[in-house]
T-cell receptor
Framework: QLQLQESGPGLVKPSETLSLSCTVS??????????WGWIRQPPGRELEWIGN???????YYNPSLKSRVTISVDTSKNQFSLSLSSATAADTAVYYC?????WGWGFGDNWGQGTLVTVSS | EIVLTQSPGTLSLSPGERVTLSCRTS???????LAWYQHKPGQAPRLLIY???SRATGIPDRFSGSGSGTDFTLIISRLEPEDFAVYYC?????????FGGGTKVEIK
């Protein structure tokens, strides 16, 4: 059974880079039928799509975050990663990684449990 | 971007009741690419419906989705105790992917 697990610091200082990894187990990240994505949910707010990566490294980002986001994939480790630069308090959120079926721009058929990242000094 | 508006915000219901959740979009959803998720605190969101009306693998048939264009509905025919959760809709026909604000189904 496919499982996704987010990992990374739970506390990031303002202006620093927020970095998270997602380890995929029980399946291959080199699937031609899926994207791998990051979605976040700030406290009390709705889910926000950050971006997707295909196993080949092709990326798709939310325009609202594009200038600060990098998503990469490491097929040898079955992992993909998120970097969000110049973090502010507005980036405080639960961050989810997900596998998205490659229909349209993708919907998540498997999600991680999420990890809370707080941006604070 | 396409804005998704879910209503109501909260429903207080008893087990066995029928539930109707609404998701309205600000623009037509291309190819009816709309999904519904169930989310419980501390757990991973669970895919229920994709393509507006197709049940995901392992989802009980008490869950059904319908709708097209800008108006979509998720129905739970008879609430089970494990169904109390927050439900989100998401469109994936147009970038950026966007989600609704959620409907919380709570025990009355």
């Amino acid at each position: 059974q496919l499982q996704l697990q987010e990992s990374g610091p739970g506390l990031v200082k303002p202006s620093e880079t927020l970095s998270l990894s997602c380890t995929v187990s029980g399946g291959s990240i080199s699937s031609t039928g899926h994207y791998w994505g990051w979605i976040r949910q700030p406290p009390g707010r709705e889910l926000e799509w950050i971006g997707n990566v295909f196993y080949s490294g092709i990326t798709y980002y939310n325009p609202s975050l594009k200038s600060r986001v990098t998503i990469s994939v490491d097929t040898s480790k079955n992992q993909f990663s998120l970097s969000l630069s110049s973090a502010t308090a507005a980036d405080t959120a639960v961050y989810y990684c997900a596998r998205l079926l490659k229909w349209g721009w993708g919907f998540g058929d498997n999600w991680g449990q999420g990890t809370l990242v707080t941006v604070s000094s | 971007e396409i804005v998704l508006t879910q209503s109501p915000g909260t429903l207080s219901l008893s087990p066995g009741e029928r539930v109707t959740l609404s998701c309205r979009t600000s623009q037509t959803v291309s190819s009816n690419y709309l999904a519904w998720y169930q989310h419980k605190p501390g757990q991973a969101p669970r895919l229920l419906i994709y393509g507006a009306s197709s049940r995901a693998t392992g989802i009980p048939d008490r869950f059904s989705g319908s709708g097209s264009g800008t108006d979509f509905t998720l129905i739970i025919s008879r609430l089970e105790p494990e169904d109390f959760a927050v439900y989100y809709c998401q469109q994936y026909g147009t970038s950026p992917l966007t989600f609704g604000g959620g409907t919380k189904v709570e025990i009355k």
